[in-house]
């Protein structure tokens, strides 16, 4: 599990490996403090595992979905990426829940300044438009923003400068795929009220949000 709060920019140094699996040399500096063999990070909002570590960089496997299925396929050496460890019980939750599971990925449609804000319109897939709700939580690249509002094929982020200067997002532009994964309460929410709208559900009942965790 993750926050969205990143925590450095790291460099692709290699790809190792062939299609159907690669496996990542990434550069890195504050993520590898504590980090062991076996330990999570998120690439770009990718949830990965940790193969080897070195004094400066860390390694991690990726499967051909994973390649096929998010911007992890368009890196190239010498391609920035955020990256995030996994969160601590106890830890401070600055974003939101973050689970690395990336729900698709969309488009960087257009990018223009307001004031000392850059407001970035991105083309999201359907599966993803129906969740997003204006001041709703998503995740993009791996990075809690905040929905400014929702838009007939996508929706729209205001990013101050700090998220610019220590993000993927102040390098990327208009044509530029990232990587998105839908606020997870809401997710949960659609599997609860599809059970409910079911013709053997019945409803939603006190021991049924009970039952799920809720209360």
């Known amino acids: 599990m993750f926050t969205g709060i990143i925590e450095e920019l790291g460099t692709l140094l290699r790809v190792e490996g062939s299609a159907p699996w690669a496996r990542l040399v990434i550069g890195a500096g504050k993520v590898l403090e504590g980090t062991c063999t076996g330990d999570s990070i998120a690439v770009n909002g990718v949830c990965l595992t940790v193969v080897a570590v070195g004094r400066d960089s860390f390694t991690a496997e990726v499967m051909h979905q994973t390649l096929t299925h998010t911007n992890l396929g368009d890196l190239r050496p010498g391609s920035r990426v955020n990256l995030e460890r996994a969160l601590c019980l106890g ?28 407001v970035l319109d991105i083309r999201a897939p359907e599966e993803i438009r129906k969740y997003l709700v204006p ?38 532009g208009v044509g530029d795929r990232v990587n998105l994964e839908a ?31 809720f209360i």
């Open 135 to 172: 001041r709703g939580s998503v995740a993009v690249d791996g990075i809690s923003l905040t929905v400014a509002e929702k838009t007939g094929d996508g929706f729209s982020l205001s990013l101050i400068p700090h998220t610019l200067a220590h993000t993927t997002l102040g390098i990327k």
């Open 183 to 213: 606020d997870m309460v809401a997710k949960y929410l659609e599997g609860l009220l599809s059970q409910a709208a079911s013709p053997t559900g019945a409803g939603i009942t006190e021991e049924l949000l009970a039952r799920n965790g």
């Open 91 to 118: 830890g401070r939750l600055g974003g939101h829940l973050v689970s690395g599971h990336v729900d698709g990925v969309g488009v960087i449609a257009r990018s223009q300044r307001v004031g000392i804000a850059t």
